[in-house]
């Protein structure tokens, strides 16, 4: 079973385990966060196109949204916030780690409105949040917390209605273009009105389609730029009308520019945690 290390081990601030199989749920990602004791404060949560769980089981995690509020605990986060959450605290702590797309995440949760907020699990799930998290401290492996997780998803979403078939099919075309496909031809080719398009969307997805769009868009080019490639290239092959562009929407979504933004450390960590086939059982060394 290989490591997963890579030369940049020495700057992952957590140690990652990721399942050894994908989630029996389509559109569901895990992945286990471990503390080391070198995370900073004011740490930058990056916008992705899912919605994230963040279950801690162990420690102290905490952090602040938009309007200043803190949050301890376990708690989620909806999609393109902006440059506005921040970790504030995070000691000796454990936490499962899941992304949901939100077709599935409207299942999981009952709604994908989330807003700029940081919800915390106890306000969406009640005590059933405590049951879940207590769950996972008594477990001692990874693999067995990934599958109680798993069947607790699966359990929600059989429970649930799912969003409108026309709109999962809407976010599937603009995932599958990268966010430059035009949200007028996809009213036109579902035989809805656009106005249709956009309150549906938006009520079951959490984000208008040209806002969701965007917001795809900018992960695919923020990823590229993780990868080496130059701001130039990216912006003229990502759909953006020219290297301005990309500089405006990397600033809008983290408050960093395409020079800076390679450097944060939850985009070091994306590939590591959330690429498929994954290193298994990945630990980042505890020293030099």
Not at 45 to 73: K, M, N, S
Not at 132 to 140: F, K, M, V, Y
Not at 224 to 234: D, F
Request: charged residues 25%; hydrophobic residues 40%.
């Amino acid at each position: 079973m290989g490591s997963g290390l890579s030369e940049r081990d020495d700057a992952v601030l957590w140690d990652i385990t990721c399942p050894n199989r994908p989630s029996s749920v389509p559109g569901v990602a895990m992945a286990g966060f471990g503390d080391r004791g070198i995370t900073p404060p004011g740490l930058r949560l990056i916008p992705h196109p899912t919605v994230t769980l963040v279950l801690v089981f162990g420690g102290t995690i905490a952090v602040e949204d938009a309007a200043g509020r803190r949050q301890q605990g376990s708690f989620a986060t909806g999609l393109g916030f902006g440059d506005a959450l921040r970790g504030l605290q995070a000691d000796a702590f454990e936490a499962l780690q899941v992304r949901l797309s939100p077709v599935v995440a409207h299942a999981v949760l009952g709604t994908t409105d989330l807003g700029d907020a940081v919800v915390t699990l106890d306000d969406l799930f009640g005590r059933e949040a405590a049951r879940i998290s207590d769950r996972l401290g008594e477990l001692s492996s990874w693999e067995d917390r990934f599958t109680l997780t798993d069947a607790w998803l699966a359990r929600r979403c059989a429970a649930t209605p799912r969003v409108d078939p026309e709109v999962a099919w809407a976010w599937r075309r603009i995932g599958a273009g990268r966010g430059t496909v035009r949200i007028e031809r996809l009213a036109t080719e579902l035989g809805w009105s656009r106005k249709r398009l956009w309150s549906r969307f938006q009520s079951q997805i959490g984000l208008p389609p040209k806002r969701a769009a965007k917001l795809v868009r900018f992960d695919h080019a923020v990823h590229r730029l993780v990868a080496g490639q130059g701001a130039a290239g990216v912006a003229a092959d990502g759909g953006y009308t020219d290297q301005s562009h990309l500089h405006r929407d990397v600033v809008a979504f983290t408050g960093l520019t395409p020079a800076t933004v390679v450097d944060e450390p939850f985009l070091a960590v994306d590939d590591i945690a959330w690429g498929w086939p994954r290193p298994r059982n990945f630990r980042g060394r505890r020293g030099p």
